[in-house]
């Protein structure tokens, strides 16, 4: 267990709908990261937090926005859903400002059917 | 573009043989290399890492081997046992402006028989 929480576990919705995924990351970790992973394009970073901050933005669709609160939780919102964006998504977390040495740990992912 | 290259795309290893997957890098401002583990139905997990200082390290059965001048790095893990079989992900990521965004190779499905 990394000590990453996400839900909903899976999740099916409809195109053209919204849909919010949300990601705890592990006590006392400040960064929070968005990978999406699909069977054609493999594991791909969307988008970074550092403290509620955006921090780094990767290959993110428009209709995709993210933020990170006080809290440090993080939610993804994904909107105006496509078929193509059936995937896994994987928050993952970690401890200081995002430099390339953290070990990010990954939570379980939430499975996303668009139908 | 893809950043990392990783092959084979799928192994199959007896019991007690070596399994090796090689990855690719073409941008030289990478200086981190971690290797990931995921088994179906969960998320990556941190298996080991490498710095390009060094050209090899080795934790237990697993060791990244790492050329610097080839922009070449390879995992090998020796006395394979079928509790290996996962799909493994080579990744690579660079310091700059402190931020950590991994860019993973496509992966590597591992079975090992007994």
């Known amino acids: 267990d990394s000590g990453v929480t996400q839900t909903p576990k899976h999740l099916i919705t409809a195109t053209g709908q919204r849909v919010t995924l949300r990601c705890s990351p592990r006590?006392?970790?400040?960064?929070v990261y968005w990978y999406q992973q699909s069977l054609d394009q493999g594991l791909q970073f969307l988008i970074q937090?550092?403290?509620?901050?955006?921090?780094a933005k990767g290959n993110i669709l428009e209709r995709f926005s993210a933020q990170q609160f006080p809290d440090l939780h993080s939610e993804l919102n994904l909107s105006s859903l496509e078929l193509g964006d059936s995937a896994l998504y994987f928050c993952?977390?970690?401890?200081?400002?995002?430099?390339?040495?953290?070990?990010?740990?990954f939570g379980p992912g939430t499975r996303l059917t668009v139908l | 573009q893809q950043q990392v290259k990783q092959s084979p795309q799928s192994l199959i290893v007896q019991k007690g043989g070596i399994s090796i997957i090689n990855c690719a890098y073409e941008?030289?401002?990478?200086?981190?290399f971690p290797w990931y583990q995921q088994f179906p139905g969960k998320g990556p997990a941190l298996l080991i890492a490498?710095?390009?200082?060094?050209s090899e390290k080795k934790e237990g059965r697993f060791t990244i081997s790492f050329n610097k001048s080839a922009k070449q790095f390879s995992l090998h893990i020796m006395d394979s046992q079928p509790g290996d079989s996962a799909t493994y992900f080579c990744?690579?990521?660079?310091?700059?402006?402190?931020?950590?965004?991994?860019?993973f190779g496509k992966g590597t499905k591992l079975s090992v028989k007994p």
């Open positions: 993952a977390s970690s401890g200081l400002a995002g430099g390339s040495t953290d070990t990010q740990y």
């Open positions: 006590s006392g970790d400040l960064s």
């Open positions: 937090y550092y403290n509620g901050e955006e921090r």
């Open positions: 941008n030289t401002a990478f200086d981190y």
């Open positions: 490498i710095r390009p200082d060094v």
């Open positions: 990744a690579a990521t660079s310091w700059g402006g402190s931020q950590g965004n991994l860019i």
